[in-house]
T-cell receptor, first 117, second 113 residues
Framework: AQSVTQLGSHVSVSEGALVLLRCNYS??????LFWYVQYPNQGLQLLLK??????LVKGINGFEAEFKKSETSFHLTKPSAHMSDAAEYFCAVSDNYQPDSSYKLIFGSGTRLLVRP | NAGVTQTPKFQVLKTGQSMTLQCAQDMNHEYMSWYRQDPGMGLRLIHYSVGAGITDQGEVPNGYNVSRSTTEDFPLRLLSAAPSQTSVYFCASSRGRADHPQHFGDGTRLSIL
């Protein structure tokens, strides 16, 4: 079964520092991959998605992620952290590789990003 | 443009009570789903629907029922609430294509005493 691993339940960075949140998936076939962000007391908001068009995906708020098939990874990065980036981040993978079919999302356990002034 | 609307936002129940969490979307999405979010466990799929009249079980369906009589609505019923069902519940919808993201509501925070 498909699974997603997010290394580090908490990541702390200084404002202005590089943000790196790690995500690894288990499938041998490249799936569709998503990063979501959850601000306190809110639902999940899509940051970016990988759907095989390009390995480097740019999202909202200056975030980007690189799909590496050889490493089965889809790590999320941002060059310079801002206080407003403090939130919980979830990596998710679809369980279906057919683009015209419905699918279920499998989520990682989440990483809480703390930004120090 | 409301997106996915969940009601209520907060609810406290006693063990054994039943209740329905409401979810409505105005994007004409075929696919709708319910997740529960517990600390350190990410989101786990409870039930999902690929269209009106069609529902199926997810990863953690026990203790929950769903129905889908219209495209817009996808209520989640707790039959006899238990403390283990204390959680934050999210409803999501999408076009039903694997390359399209799911859109989430703001959640219902449920406590079972």
């Amino acid at each position: 079964a498909q699974s997603v691993t997010q290394l580090g339940s908490h990541v702390s960075v200084s404002e202005g520092a590089l943000v790196l949140l790690r995500c690894n998936y288990s499938s041998s076939v490249p799936p569709y991959l998503f990063w979501y962000v959850q601000y306190p007391n809110q639902g999940l908001q899509l940051l970016l998605k990988y759907t095989s068009a390009a390995t480097l995906v740019k999202g909202i708020n200056g975030f980007e992620a690189e799909f590496k098939k050889s490493e089965t990874s889809f790590h999320l990065t941002k060059p310079s952290a801002h206080m407003s980036d403090a939130a919980e981040y979830f990596c998710a993978v679809s369980d279906n590789y057919q683009p015209d079919s419905s699918y279920k999302l499998i989520f990682g356990s989440g990483t809480r990003l703390l930004v120090r002034p | 443009n409301a997106g996915v609307t969940q009601t209520p936002k907060f609810q406290v129940l006693k063990t054994g009570q039943s209740m329905t969490l409401q979810c409505a979307q105005d994007m004409n999405h075929e696919y709708m789903s319910w997740y529960r979010q517990d600390p350190g466990m990410g989101l786990r799929l409870i039930h999902y629907s690929v269209g009106a009249g069609i529902t199926d079980q997810g990863e953690v369906p026990n203790g929950y029922n769903v129905s889908r009589s219209t495209t817009e609505d996808f209520p989640l019923r707790l039959l006899s609430a238990a403390p283990s069902q204390t959680s934050v519940y999210f409803c999501a919808s999408s076009r039903g294509r694997a390359d399209h993201p799911q859109h989430f509501g703001d959640g219902t925070r449920l406590s079972i005493l």
